[in-house]
């Protein structure tokens, strides 16, 4: 989580717990947990501004669970992606985690074009390659072993499809007398071309995650990406644009996000004038929240009950 500091005002990250889940991660259970290290710090859930989540269901309605904990059923699906748009919350901030976000919108845009047979045939020619026998032979030769994508595993389509191209002639060589394991030169050619379209995308998810970024540095991430896409023109490239833009609405569909992009002065700008509006009313929000809650805990503090009116008491009682 993360914190600020009242006194010094510094932000800081601190890891409460980690925890493993052995039954289903419905989002009652998720929330259970939650609650439980919450109070082991007695912290109270008001006090949560946000909540960064993946996509998945049980853990995208949490927010939702905190305002009202008997509405989400037992029943939520471990991990499918929650449908439609996040529901306008006056408490918690549920916000997407823009990296998976950008996956997802890869994995559609991949899903939904004709390229996805090729892909799917440069797959078997991966997985062929890890045989023993295969692989014995590559390893003789002194060449490196292609990897095989893996869906939680983000960028692996590109690294497989780049791996392959790699070694584009001692696959040719190996796999001559296999029709159904041999790539036509207009086949390496749609390779290449798979490559070139998401190759954008690849070295965006590698920035993103170099450091830790601000919502305005993945923001810009995220439009500098999308014009590269538009530019290379391919039927792939304009597809993955689209689920990009899809998938945008659903970030901005968080008023914490925008609201982060309007206090950092360097990407302001890239906000549209609905998105600032929008931002700067989450923001007048979230400042009688925080103003509402520093008089509810300075008024129950031990120190006001006392009457002995410390300040540094009262802000040390605060969560």
């Known amino acids: 989580m993360q914190v600020v500091d009242e006194r010094t005002q510094t932000l800081f990250t601190a890891t409460l717990f980690v925890q493993e889940l052995f039954g289903r991660a419905t989002t009652k259970a998720v929330y259970e947990e939650m609650k439980k290290c919450l109070d082991n710090f007695g912290l109270d859930e008001r006090q949560i501004y946000s909540i960064t989540t993946d996509n998945g269901s049980n853990v995208a309605r949490i927010c939702e669970l905190i305002d009202a904990y008997d509405d989400i059923s037992d029943t939520d699906d471990d991990g499918t992606e929650i449908n439609g748009w996040d529901r306008a919350l006056d408490g918690v901030a549920g916000v997407r985690c823009a990296m998976h976000t950008l996956q997802l919108a890869i994995t559609a845009a991949v899903?939904?074009?004709?390229?996805?047979?090729?892909?799917?045939?440069?797959?078997?020619?991966?997985?062929?390659?890890?045989?023993?026998?295969?692989?014995?032979?590559?390893?003789?030769?002194?060449?490196?072993l292609p990897t095989l994508d893996v869906i939680t595993r983000w960028g692996s389509l590109y690294d497989m499809l780049s791996s392959c191209l790699h070694i584009k002639e001692d696959i040719d060589n190996l796999f001559a007398a296999n029709d159904s394991l041999t790539l036509s030169s207009a086949e390496w050619e749609g390779v290449e071309n798979i490559l070139s379209s998401l190759e954008p995308a690849r070295k965006c998810t590698g920035n993103l995650q170099k450091r830790s970024l601000l919502a305005g540095d993945f923001l810009a991430e995220w439009m500098v990406t999308?014009?590269?896409?538009?530019?290379i023109g391919t039927p792939l490239s304009i597809?993955?644009?689209?689920?990009?833009?899809?998938?945008?609405?659903?970030?901005?569909?968080?008023?914490?996000?925008?609201?982060?992009?309007?206090?950092?002065?360097?990407?302001?700008?890239?906000?549209?004038?609905?998105?600032?509006?929008?931002?700067?009313?989450?923001?007048?929000?979230?400042?009688?929240?925080?103003?509402?809650?520093?008089?509810?805990?300075?008024?129950?503090?031990?120190?006001?009950?006392?009457?002995?009116?410390?300040?540094?008491?009262?802000?040390?009682?605060?969560?």
């Open 226 to 231: 999308k014009r590269l896409l538009v530019s």
């Open 111 to 144: 899903d939904n074009s004709i390229d996805k047979v090729l892909i799917k045939k440069v797959r078997q020619i991966v997985k062929k390659c890890q045989t023993t026998t295969i692989r014995q032979r590559l390893v003789e030769r002194n060449v490196p």
């Open 239 to 319: 597809a993955l644009v689209e689920f990009m833009v899809y998938r945008e609405a659903q970030l901005f569909a968080s008023k914490a996000f925008p609201a982060a992009v309007l206090v950092d002065l360097r990407y302001q700008t890239l906000l549209k004038k609905d998105q600032k509006e929008i931002a700067m009313s989450h923001l007048i929000s979230t400042y009688h929240k925080i103003y509402s809650l520093k008089q509810r805990y300075t008024v129950s503090s031990p120190s006001q009950s006392q009457g002995t009116g410390d300040v540094d008491n009262e802000v040390g009682n605060e969560k």
